[in-house]
Structure formats: C-alpha cells, structure tokens
C-alpha cells in the first residue's frame, strides 16, 4: 500500500507520461489505477518498489520530458483516442506515449502542442491564465473594417449564449487576417465569423504562447529548444 514518504500517485502517473495529475485523480477515483494489484486512492502515495498498473497496462516508471512542436494537417483529429482512427497519436507516431495540449478543429491545420509533461498541459489549457493563440484565417468574401472592429470587440454566439472575450483582430489581405485568442471555445472563429455573414475556408494555427510554427513542415514536428521551453516556463509562472 501507499507511504506517507512516498511520491504522491497522481505525480508518478503525471511524470510518467500517462496524462495530468487532475486527470489522474479522475482515473484514480474511477478504479483505473491500482497499486501492487490493489485499487489506488484519490491521494495515496507510492515507493519505488510499488507496482502500479492503469488500464491493466503496468506504468513502467518515468519517462523523459517530451514536448513536440506539431504541423497538423487538415483531417486529422487532436485526440488520443485510439478509437478514432485518424488520431494524433497514431499519425505522428513518436516512440513515447503523448498527448496533445488542448484541440485543434480536424478541418484545421497548424500548431498543436504533444507531451508527456502533465503540469505543462494542466496550465496551458487553463483559460483564466490567458495564453495567446495567434491563427491566420480566410474567409469567403472581402473583409470590411467592420468585420474587424466586431471581431475584436466581441461577438455573442447565440447557441452558446456567451460573448466572446476582446482579441487582437488584424486584416492581412483582401479575404485573410490574424487573430489572438486567450480563450478557446469550441470552433470559435468558426462560429464567430458565421455571426457576421462570413465563412472561414482556411484556418490555420501559426502561435501558441511563444512557440511558433515557422518552419515546420505540414505533418511534420520538431522538439521544443531549450530556449523556447525558458520562455514557456517563465511565461506559464507569470500567469499563476
């Protein structure tokens, strides 16, 4: 059983790549997780000589940090789900199990984050910490001054009777511009752009935080820098 000098459960899992420490608790409390054959609680702590199976899978203790820089492709779905057969997961196939930061629309392209470091998902995704997301986006018809002042101003989607918050909206060309996001409802450029008469026919993430795109091609990822996780790091502690 657990030790009160132990490593606390929820780490281990999250250090080990399998998912958050929050999600782990979830996993914990729903009978997931056990511990030398017994089953784990919300809390509990382990020694390194415990054996700790989730999902009938043994945990086979930590795993280096790994944070992917990813060029999704359009048709490909941001989820670790392996009964969707066009999974992340399964299409980049890296040798260490991870899992993508947050969603990104199946008919969009562009920045996805993939890791196995829990504490770097749990702050990126919490909304209320205002990470910038930054996305270059065409629409159907010219785009009017207009367009741009409701964009950032804030838009009220009727289906899910909600605002959105005021962003940075840029025209680029005739039919493109930019946007910076800190919030991420579901499909919402999309949504907002069907409020005012517009359809989005190419949507792609370029920036997450201070982690850009450049470079990287379609379907393609490279690993983070050094540089670029000091700066990641510094910016998620600025927005505890």
Do not use: W
């Amino acid at each position: 059983m657990g030790n009160e000098n132990g490593e606390r459960l929820n780490k281990y899992l999250s250090e080990a790549g399998i998912c958050s420490r929050r999600e782990a608790d979830r996993q914990i409390e729903a009978g997931n997780v056990l511990i030398n054959g017994r089953r784990a609680t919300v809390g509990q702590r382990i020694m390194p000589e415990d054996e700790i199976t989730f999902m009938g899978v043994k945990v086979g203790g930590k795993q280096s940090p790994v944070l992917l820089l990813v060029n999704k492709p359009v048709g490909i779905v941001s989820t670790a789900e392996k009964r969707e057969k066009d999974n992340i997961v399964d299409f980049i196939n890296y040798p260490t199990r991870l899992y993508p930061v947050g969603r990104l629309d199946k008919d969009s392209h562009g920045l996805i984050l993939m890791t196995n470091i829990g504490e770097v998902m749990d702050k990126i995704l919490k909304a209320k910490n205002n990470h910038e997301k930054e996305y270059i986006v065409r629409v159907n018809k010219p785009i009017t001054y207009e367009f741009v002042e409701k964009m950032s101003k804030g838009v009220y989607l009727k289906d899910l009777d909600k605002i959105t918050r005021p962003c940075q909206v840029e025209k680029i060309s005739k039919f493109e511009f930019k946007i910076v996001l800190m919030q991420g409802m579901n499909r919402q450029i999309r949504r907002m752009c069907q409020e005012l008469g517009y359809r989005v026919k190419d949507l792609e993430r370029v920036r997450i935080v201070n982690l850009k795109l450049d470079g990287i091609p379609l379907g393609g990822y490279r690993e983070i820098t050094d540089e670029e996780y000091l700066q990641l790091a510094l910016k998620l502690k600025e927005s505890e």
